[in-house]
């Protein structure tokens, strides 16, 4: 199944993990340590997010340490942008609105 990063920020877990690992890498028992969840669990959350590419791996010595990629949450802003147009355009319409209101 193809993942996207989407699929990766739709789970609460994964949100947390991207937030953790924002901040500085981490392994996956130091990440887990941050949840109740089972390690197991946690290490398929990761598995997720490396497969949607919103981590990255890195192997120094005998431990992997998983670091976020903010690149890719560049697609996310790209979706965005098209709804904050119309958001903006709204808002400029409701601007005119209420000063028109204001003024009579």
């Not at 981590?55 to 942008?81: A, C, S, T």
């Not at 147009?85 to 609105?97: C, G, N, T």
Request: aromatic share 8%; net charge positive.
């Amino acid at each position: 199944m193809r993942r996207d990063i989407f699929h990766a920020i739709a789970d609460p877990t994964r949100r947390a993990i991207l937030s953790l690992i924002a901040l500085q890498a981490m392994t996956p028992n130091a990440i887990a340590e941050h949840f109740d969840s089972s390690r197991q669990a946690i290490s398929k959350h990761i598995q997720i997010l490396a497969e949607c590419k919103v981590v990255e791996q890195q192997q120094h010595g005998r431990e992997i340490y998983y670091q976020f990629n903010p690149k890719k949450m560049k697609e996310i802003d790209k979706w965005l942008e098209q709804f904050r147009r119309i958001w903006e355009q709204r808002f400029d319409k409701l601007d005119s609105v209420l000063k028109q209101l204001k003024t009579k």
